[in-house]
């Protein structure tokens, strides 16, 4: 049985097989920069198996909401074509791991205060009469208030 290697090239075919994706989303994502492809002599794509770890971050990324220019921004601290080392790993690891967690955080906030009053102006829930007296959040600007930070306790 033939041992893989980190530096064997494989079709795309066989990253999208690993990956679930199809062929065309590969394409796209070699095709927009995410990944890197390198050509053969007759023009078929072939790609590092380090291509599959970046592949399987821009899917969960996707999955998780992440836009591919904000899952690229993340990428592009790597290096292109050719495998990162566990310290880059990391080091992209740790910042994506602080954005994930202040958007918890927003989630958790959004759960928590989604049933009452969001200071968004529409007064049709009698909690926004208490907490959102005439619309006082709109002094804060436009948009949900309470969701984006601000709070009733700074109207008083």
């Not at 990253?15 to 590969?26: H, Q």
């Not at 292109?80 to 080091?91: F, I, L, N």
Request: net charge positive; charged share 25%; glycine share 8%.
């Amino acid at each position: 049985m033939k041992r893989s290697t980190a530096q064997e090239t494989l079709a795309i075919g066989e990253i999208a097989e690993r990956t679930g994706l199809a062929v065309s989303a590969i394409r796209f994502y070699a095709d927009n920069g995410l990944i890197t492809a390198e050509r053969t002599e007759s023009g078929h794509r072939r790609f590092r198996r380090s291509a599959i770890r970046r592949v399987s971050f821009i899917l969960i990324c996707q999955r998780l909401g992440y836009s591919l220019a904000e899952i690229a921004e993340h990428l592009s601290s790597l290096p292109p074509g050719k495998a990162p080392t566990e310290a880059q790993w990391s080091r992209m690891g740790a910042q994506f791991a602080r954005e994930v967690n202040e958007r918890i955080a927003a989630l958790e906030q959004l759960r928590d205060k989604l049933n009452g009053c969001i200071g968004c102006g529409c007064l049709s829930l009698e909690a926004c009469q208490l907490w959102n007296a005439e619309d006082g959040a709109a002094a804060f600007g436009a948009g949900p208030r309470y969701l984006l930070g601000n709070s009733s306790d700074q109207l008083r």
